[in-house]
């Protein structure tokens, strides 16, 4: 079955930098713009970035944009998020989420795995 | 950015009811707008896509409608398992937004 597994999340100082990991299975990985997302307890969902099939152009959220860089690896069917200078805001569950219908321009998100948590504190 | 705003944020019903959550965008969004189903501790669910189209496998009592700035999420005959938080997102273009949430309990 469609499935995405994230890793890579835990507790951080301010100012330092964490690696999060999402693997894929069941779906045509190469073929799909993927996301990720978070969500701070009790809070609401927020978008972070995006990533194109083939890897370019991506698109990022404001607050994370010069911070966090997206990636993936279509032979290891993974994706990734790189989070530099993390900061006691960017404390969250950090989801990763396949595209599925799609504008032309952004998408919705049809799979989404079970989260990571990083937090971040002194 | 496009803010998203969900009406009510929370709301009570009973099994069997017919519930509506509203979901007005700050400009126009065309028909792009995705619903999600949140239940505690798990990942959001995909819903409803492009305003009204029904997601594969999500129940017929689930359905959405409206375009350009202004949508609703409406549920028939509410059942036990549809609890849960519902999120609306835009999709129009980057970066896309979700409303707040509305928080359905049970009366």
Same mark, same amino acid.
């Given at each position: ?17 964490? +690696?999060?990991? /999402? ?16 969500? $701070? ?7 972070? $970035? ?20 997206? !990636? +993936? ?22 989801? /990763? !989420? ?7 321009? !952004? ?16 | ?13 009973? #099994?069997?009811?017919? #519930? ?8 126009? #969004? ?27 496998? #999500? ?49």
């Amino acid at each position: 079955q469609v499935q995405l597994v994230e890793s890579g999340g835990g507790a951080v100082q301010p100012g330092t930098s964490l +690696r999060v990991s /999402c693997e894929a299975s069941g779906f045509t990985f190469s073929s799909y713009p993927m996301h990720w997302l978070r969500q $701070a307890p009790g809070e609401g969902l927020e978008w972070v $970035a995006v990533i194109s099939p083939d890897g370019s152009p991506h698109a990022y959220a404001d607050s994370v944009r010069g911070r966090f860089t997206i !990636a +993936r690896d279509n032979s290891q069917n993974t994706l990734y998020l790189q989070m530099k200078s993390l900061r006691v805001e960017d404390s969250a569950l950090y989801y /990763c !989420a396949k595209e599925g219908h799609s504008s032309g321009k !952004a998408g919705t998100l049809d799979v989404w795995g079970q989260g990571t948590m990083v937090t971040v504190s002194s | 950015d496009i803010q998203m705003t969900q009406s009510p944020s929370s709301l009570s019903a009973s #099994v069997g009811d017919r #519930v509506t959550i509203s979901c007005r965008a700050s400009q126009d #969004v065309s028909s792009w707008l995705a619903w999600y189903q949140q239940k505690p501790g798990k990942a959001p669910k995909s819903l409803i896509y492009a305003a009204s189209n029904l997601q594969s496998g #999500v129940p017929s009592r689930f359905s959405g409608s409206g375009s350009g700035t202004d949508f609703t999420l409406t549920i028939n005959n509410l059942q036990p398992e549809d609890f849960a938080t519902y999120f609306c997102q835009h999709y129009n273009t980057y970066p896309i937004t979700f409303g707040q949430g509305t928080r359905l309990e049970i009366k």
